[in-house]
């Protein structure tokens, strides 16, 4: 049992699996929880085998059974009786047939709070199709302004909907129904569905669209469209990004760019001057090196930042600070967020115990 942590004493039983699910018993395990992971006896030749040294297991332990055996069963039930939280990310049903359903482990314990992760839902016309996360987020809207007009809309691979709309959904709503469970001494079933998290996601934007700054027209909205709000390849062939949305960090951005008095970004709020200053930007910001740019106007107001890769953000001067990344076993990793005051994480291990 571990001693540290927000989530001391907080026992989880973690079927093995991949994606969303495993990254959600890293998070409760990285906050201090006890994650025991039910291993499968041979590995499962149709997924991405990770191995037990991954990332994703860190300060986990694990059992290795077999749950089509009736001994694999009765053991993944015991570990059931002595936990707070079960977390599994099989297609709707699996779990039932192998014995191993909500209503069983309620037999077992009736506090128990039964997480399951998956793509589409436990119900719905598409509940047993197959998908990944590029398809769930295409399905609830989180995609469409990934993108420039005219182009397919890309995503930052798993994370906007396995993580965002996935992972962190199901630890939040397992801690939401630990802490009932604690008041009431009932458990019960979390439903954890990547289209239901990454459509949630999306009421920031869609906030922004019933008050008339978004429309569904991509490229045309404050956040998808302007030259002040976008990344740009500099001379060396590397990248920045800019944020200056608010007019006194554009007028600050315009007066570091040496434009303060250049008539054509005075509107710079206007949709129909985007393309062409946009333009203007590109040419603009090929005439210098990254890191020459980032001399200018990193730290200052204009909202500013280099693109990075993972290893130079691991060594990045802030990150370095902050001490954000970490080098385990020759790899980098991040490390636990967010952080406590009062309940500080200590210790930080790939090897699973």
Same mark, same amino acid.
């Given at each position: 049992?571990?001693? /540290? =942590? *927000? #989530? +001391? ?5 973690? $079927?093995?699996? @991949? ?103 436990? /119900? =719905? *016309? #598409? +509940? ?5 996360? $590029?398809?769930? @987020? ?104 800019? =944020?200056? #949305? ?108």
């Amino acid at each position: 049992m571990k001693d /540290h =942590g *927000p #989530l +001391a004493g907080v026992r989880v039983v973690e $079927i093995a699996g @991949i994606g969303p699910a495993p990254f959600c018993g890293m998070l409760l395990a990285d906050l201090g929880a006890d994650v025991v992971v039910v291993d499968r006896v041979v590995p499962n030749p149709d997924t991405i085998d990770l191995g037990r040294d991954s990332i994703l297991n860190r300060g986990k332990r694990f059992m290795a059974l077999d749950l089509k055996q009736p001994e694999g069963i009765e053991g993944v039930l015991n570990l059931v009786e002595q936990s707070h939280a079960l977390i599994e990310g099989m297609r709707p049903g699996v779990m039932e047939r192998l014995g191993l359903g909500p209503d069983i482990c309620f037999e077992r314990n009736a506090a128990l709070v039964f997480g399951r992760m998956t793509g589409w839902g436990q /119900h =719905g *016309p #598409l +509940a047993q199709a197959a998908g990944h996360d $590029i398809n769930y @987020i295409a399905l609830s809207g989180a995609l469409w302004y990934a993108g420039e007009p005219g182009s397919p809309p890309i995503t930052p691979p798993g994370l906007v909907g396995d993580i965002g709309g996935g992972a962190l959904y199901l630890a939040v709503g397992l801690l939401a129904a630990i802490l009932s469970a604690r008041e009431t001494g009932k458990g019960q079933v979390v439903d954890a569905a990547i289209v239901d998290g990454s459509a949630h996601m999306m009421n920031l934007l869609l906030s922004l669209r019933a008050a008339g700054h978004f429309v569904t027209e991509r490229g045309r909205s404050i956040l998808d469209g302007p030259h002040w709000y976008a990344t740009y390849r500099c001379a060396d062939d590397r990248f920045i990004s800019l =944020g200056s #949305l608010e007019p006194k960090f554009y007028a600050l951005l315009r007066q570091k760019l040496g434009l303060a008095d250049d008539p054509a970004f005075t509107n710079g709020y206007d949709p129909e001057s985007w393309q062409d200053l946009r333009r203007r930007f590109e040419v603009l910001f090929r005439q210098r090196t990254r890191d020459e740019w980032s001399g200018l106007l990193e730290g200052t107001d204009t909202c500013f930042a280099p693109v990075l890769d993972p290893d130079e953000a691991a060594s990045y001067p802030h990150m370095v600070a902050r001490r954000v990344y970490v080098s385990v076993n020759g790899s980098i990793q991040a490390m636990p967020a967010p952080r406590f005051s009062g309940t500080p994480l200590t210790g930080l291990t790939a090897d699973p115990s």
